[in-house]
T-cell receptor, first 115, second 115 residues
Framework: AQTVTQSQPEMSVQEAETVTLSCTYD???????LFWYKQPPSRQMILVIRQEAYKQQNATENRFSVNFQKAAKSFSLKISDSQLGDAAMYFCAYRLWGSNYKLTFGKGTLLTVNP | DAGVIQSPRHEVTEMGQEVTLRCKPI?????LFWYRQTMMRGLELLIY????????DSGMPEDRFSAKMPNASFSTLKIQPSEPRDSAVYFCASRQRPTGPDTQYFGPGTRLTVL
């Protein structure tokens, strides 16, 4: 079974600084997708960024980028120029390639942004 | 688009009572997912539907839980009888057909408290 591990229950960063959230996963498959979701206090889950395992290039979305290391099964999220609105719980998630759309989530990392 | 709509937003009930959670997916989305979020277990997929048909219900904890999708715009998750350990936030999410973006759109969640 696939598992997703986020080893940092909490992280903090100063406004305008950069922070990296860690995620590792365990799978025997070679084709899959990885995601980072953000959950602000409103509780709604919001997709931040996604990565296809077959792509070597790391995904980027504005201030958000990932460092995808397939061999190491690592998928970290970097937030540059952190803003107060980035404060939230961040979840790493995995989905096997193909027609089963089941997402497996990590336990989450609570990010605090200090002014 | 109004996004995924869930009701109620909060539900408080007593042990043994029946609880029904409701979800309206985004129009045009063919997939609907029910998740449960707790501090102990994180975010877990309970069941998901494709074109109103249940595809994977392996996450449904026990027979007390049931989910239905009578049409493309409505789904229910029922717990009967409810127990205190069912207290959690329940999310509904939807996504487009396979040719669309591989993104699940989450609703705001229903916070269930079973006394």
């Amino acid at each position: 079974a696939q598992t997703v591990t986020q080893s940092q229950p909490e992280m903090s960063v100063q406004e305008a600084e950069t922070v990296t959230l860690s995620c590792t996963y365990d799978t025997s498959e070679s084709d899959y997708y990885l995601f980072w979701y953000k959950q602000p206090p409103s509780r709604q889950m919001i997709l931040v960024i996604r990565q296809e395992a077959y792509k070597q290039q790391n995904a980027t979305e504005n201030r958000f980028s990932v460092n995808f290391q397939k061999a190491a099964k690592s998928f970290s999220l970097k937030i540059s120029d952190s803003q107060l609105g980035d404060a939230a719980m961040y979840f790493c998630a995995y989905r096997l390639w193909g027609s089963n759309y089941k997402l497996t989530f990590g336990k989450g990392t609570l990010l605090t942004v200090n002014p | 688009d109004a996004g995924v709509i869930q009701s109620p937003r909060h539900e408080v009930t007593e042990m043994g009572q029946e609880v029904t959670l409701r979800c309206k997916p985004i129009s045009g989305h063919d997939y609907l997912f029910w998740y449960r979020q707790t501090m102990m277990r994180g975010l877990e997929l309970l069941i998901y539907f494709n074109n109103n048909v249940p595809i994977d219900d392996s996450g449904m904890p026990e027979d007390r839980f049931s989910a239905k999708m009578p049409n493309a715009s409505f789904s229910t998750l029922k717990i009967q009888p409810s127990e205190p350990r069912d207290s959690a936030v329940y999310f509904c999410a939807s996504r487009q057909r396979p040719t669309g973006p591989d993104t699940q759109y989450f609703g705001p969640g229903t916070r269930l408290t079973v006394l």
